[in-house]
């Protein structure tokens, strides 16, 4: 494995905070295609801009993002709509895959014996669904999910409790993520460092940049 850039793991780091969907696990197409069909169904108007726009929102902000620029808010039964797109992953079940730039910051930093965890918008059962299944659960010491928090990114409430699950003070925390909500959060934190990590070499982008 080739050295990692001080840029992306910096020396006086002792914490690691990563996004799961589109920083960790390349299932971004995976969660456009549920949305995308279940908006469908629903004659709600999605775009692949508009999910990479919105990405790092918890979920039910990101419907509301959607009908009220559909214009149907209050016209969509939030359960149903959530019950379909549930459907659809059991229904068009796909293997997830790791995003191996990432992965090869997560080895760095478990070979520095740096504290790490995971601060997602998405819910707790997704998450854990694909951490487990790609077999990376057992890297991280906690996992921070939309249920966790009261307030989404762009708000610092999830990298902030990563950092206090970790045991290290945000200021000695990096943050990685690859929604710009997600880095406003991380800055927010007051993290040392906010990783961009779709700037990395061989990163899967949603929308060609």
Not at 43 to 48: A, E, N, R, S, W
Not at 56 to 68: R, S, T, V, W
Not at 186 to 209: K, Q, S
Request: net charge negative; proline share 6%; aromatic share 8%.
């Amino acid at each position: 494995m080739s050295p990692i850039s001080p840029e992306l793991l910096p020396e006086g780091a002792q914490g690691l905070v990563f996004d799961c969907d589109g920083t960790l696990v390349d299932s971004m197409a995976y969660h456009f295609d549920a949305w995308k069909a279940t908006c469908d169904n629903f004659g709600l108007h999605l775009t692949p801009h508009l999910m990479v726009e919105q990405a790092g929102k918890p979920i039910n902000e990101l419907f509301d993002i959607i009908c009220e620029r559909s214009g149907k808010t209050g016209q969509v039964d939030r359960d149903e709509f959530f019950k379909m797109k549930l459907g659809f992953y059991e229904l068009h079940k796909r293997p997830l895959s790791l995003i191996q730039p990432v992965m090869q910051i997560v080895e760095a930093g478990r070979a520095r014996g740096l504290k790490m965890a995971v601060a997602s918008g998405g819910t707790r059962w997704h998450v854990m669904q694909s951490l487990k299944e790609t077999g990376i659960n057992h890297l991280f010491d906690a996992v921070v999910c939309a249920e966790d928090v009261s307030k989404g990114k762009p708000e610092p409430d999830a990298f902030l409790l990563a950092a206090k699950k970790l045991g290290v003070e945000p200021s000695l925390c990096v943050g990685y993520e690859d929604a710009k909500l997600g880095m406003e959060a991380i800055r927010r934190a007051g993290f040392m460092a906010a990783v961009d990590v779709t700037v990395l070499e061989g990163y899967p982008h949603l929308v060609p940049p």
